[in-house]
T-cell receptor, first 114, second 110 residues
Framework: ETGVTQSPTHLIKTRGQQVTLRCSSQ?????VSWYQQALGQGPQFIFQ???????GRGNFPPRFSGLQFPNYSSELNVNALELDDSALYLC?????????????FGPGTRLTVT | EDQVTQSPEALRLQEGESSSLNCSYT??????LFWYRQDPGKGPEFLFT???AGEEKEKERLKATLTKKESFLHITAPKPEDSATYLC???????????FGSGTQLTVLP
């Protein structure tokens, strides 16, 4: 069974640029959630995708957007990067609304905005 | 607003010295309470799900318990390899999103 994978591992961007982060869900999982984790804090929910549709969103501005593909992999896009966007971005997959509620996390992408 | 608070923020134990981590929560429509372990620079590793007050789950030296307002993670005779940040999260909403606490950073000294 393949776990959740994310790419890239690390990324450095300049304020104002745009970034795309990628996530492949665990085998058999059709739901992907994205979280932002600032240093020393717990992860914060950004949004969730279920069957290619956004299914819930946290308190993040519209410049945070996402996609889910037919193979259930997902992208997180952030436009007009700000210094405060520097964080560990985590992707979690789960087996969907009819399945178990457990979410399994990938290793994360460390984004640094300078 | 959903809220999860963990205490203490940091805990240093000697190897073999048992202790407990606390997680208090105010989460409307709580569907479950999760515990995760997170090593530095890595993603959270799933440990337990608790669904109802009175429930207990165990894994090796860890035991998680749940009341109507709190959850505890008991660590019995910890080893240095148990050193990590332990995160607690409430699950709610149609998206079953996780509301995390800030974590307890556990250091076990040999």
């Amino acid at each position: 069974e393949t776990g959740v994978t994310q790419s890239p591992t690390h990324l450095i961007k300049t304020r104002g640029q745009q970034v795309t982060l990628r996530c492949s869900s665990q085998s058999g999982h059709n739901t992907v959630s994205w979280y932002q984790q600032a240093l020393g804090q717990g992860p914060q929910f950004i949004f969730q995708y279920y069957r290619e549709e956004e299914n819930g969103r946290g308190n993040f501005p519209p410049r945070f957007s996402g996609l889910q593909f037919p193979n259930y992999s997902s992208e997180l896009n952030v436009n007009a990067l700000e210094l405060d966007d520097s964080a560990l971005y985590l992707c979690a997959s789960s087996s969907g609304l009819a399945g178990g509620i457990e979410q399994y996390f990938g290793p994360g992408t460390r984004l640094t905005v300078t | 607003e959903d809220q999860v608070t963990q205490s203490p923020e940091a805990l240093r134990l000697q190897e073999g010295e048992s202790s407990s981590l606390n997680c208090s929560y105010t989460v409307s429509g709580l569907r479950g309470l999760f515990w995760y372990r997170q090593d530095p620079g890595k993603g959270p590793e799933f440990l337990f799900t608790l669904y109802s007050a009175g429930e207990e789950k165990e894994k090796e030296r860890l035991k998680a318990t749940l009341t109507k307002k709190e959850s505890f993670l008991h660590i019995t005779a910890p080893k240095p390899e148990d050193s990590a940040t332990y995160l607690c999260a409430g699950v709610s909403g149609s998206a079953r999103q996780l509301t995390f606490g800030s974590g307890t950073q556990l250091t076990v000294l040999p």
